[in-house]
C-alpha cells in the first residue's frame, strides 16, 4: 500500500543552523513524485519543492534541498541556514502516477530557536 | 497572479445541517483538489476535478460531494453535518503543464456543533 511515513513529529533548531526533515515512503510504483509543502500557523499549504521518481539530481529550490535516495525510498528535506519564519509544519507527499492521488505524511513540526 | 481562493474562510454549522465551500483556481489552472486536514487524521484527500469532471475521489462517505463550473471554480459540499466533520478543508490547483504541483488556498475552517 502507499504510506508516507514522518518519524519526527517535533524538532528544535537554532537559527542559522541547518536541519533535516525526514521522509520515507512506500509504493511499488516506478513513477512517482514527492513533494514538500510548508504550513505555518496560519493553515495555508505553501509548495516548497518537487522531485520526480525518475530526476537524476536531487531538487534544490534556494535554501531547501531534497536528498532523494531512491533505494532507501526516502526523501528527506535539507533546509540551509533556518531562519524564525521557517517554524512551521512540514508534510512530505507523494502523487503516484497511476494512483492519481497525492498521499500526505503526518508531518513535522519545525521550532526554530533564536 | 492572484493566487487560490477559497470562501468562508470560518464556518460555524449545527449538526445535520448542509454546508457548501467554494474555490477558486489559480487563473489558468484546470484541476482543483480538496483535501480535509483535521488533528487527528491529518491530511486527507477528498476528491479531484478536471475540467468539470470528476477525476479522482478519496474514501470518504456519499454525504461529500463536489462540483466544478466551466471556469474551473469548484464546490465542495457536505450534507447531513457530523461533529466529525470539523476540519479544516483545503483546496488546491494544478497548473495544465503535468508537474503535479499543487498550490493551496487558505482554508475554510468548519466547526460543526
Known amino acids: 500500500a502507499q504510506k508516507i511515513t514522518q518519524t519526527q513529529p517535533g524538532m528544535f533548531v537554532q537559527e542559522k543552523e541547518a536541519v533535516t526533515l525526514d521522509c520515507t515512503y512506500d509504493?511499488?510504483?516506478?513513477?512517482?513524485?514527492l513533494f514538500w509543502y510548508k504550513q505555518p500557523s496560519s493553515g495555508e499549504m505553501i509548495f516548497l519543492i518537487y522531485?520526480?521518481?525518475?530526476?537524476?539530481q536531487n531538487a534544490t529550490e534556494g535554501r531547501y534541498s531534497l536528498n532523494f535516495q531512491k533505494a532507501r525510498k526516502s526523501a528527506n528535506l535539507v533546509i540551509s541556514a533556518s531562519q524564525l519564519g521557517d517554524s512551521a509544519m512540514y508534510f512530505c507527499?507523494?502523487?503516484?502516477?497511476?494512483?492519481?492521488?497525492?498521499?500526505f505524511g503526518p508531518g513535522t513540526s519545525l521550532s526554530v530557536i533564536p | 497572479k492572484a493566487g487560490v481562493t477559497q470562501t468562508p474562510r470560518y464556518l460555524i454549522k449545527t449538526r445535520g445541517q448542509q454546508v457548501t465551500l467554494s474555490c477558486s483556481p489559480i487563473?489558468?489552472?484546470?484541476?482543483v483538489s480538496w483535501y480535509q486536514q483535521t488533528p487527528g487524521q491529518g491530511l486527507q484527500f477528498l476528491f479531484e476535478?478536471?475540467?468539470?469532471?470528476?477525476?479522482n475521489k478519496g474514501n470518504f462517505p456519499g454525504r461529500f460531494s463536489g462540483r466544478q463550473f466551466s471556469n474551473s471554480r469548484s464546490e465542495m459540499n457536505v450534507s447531513t453535518l457530523e461533529l466529525g466533520d470539523s476540519a479544516l478543508y483545503l483546496c488546491a490547483s494544478s497548473p495544465p503543464d503535468g508537474t503535479y504541483e499543487q498550490y493551496f488556498g487558505p482554508g475554510t475552517r468548519l466547526t460543526v456543533t
Open positions: 507527499a507523494m502523487r503516484i502516477t497511476s494512483y492519481d492521488k497525492v498521499i
Open positions: 476535478y478536471f475540467s468539470e469532471t470528476q477525476r
Open positions: 509504493t511499488s510504483d516506478p513513477s512517482y513524485g
Open positions: 487563473s489558468g489552472h484546470r484541476s
Open positions: 522531485q520526480g521518481s525518475y530526476d537524476q
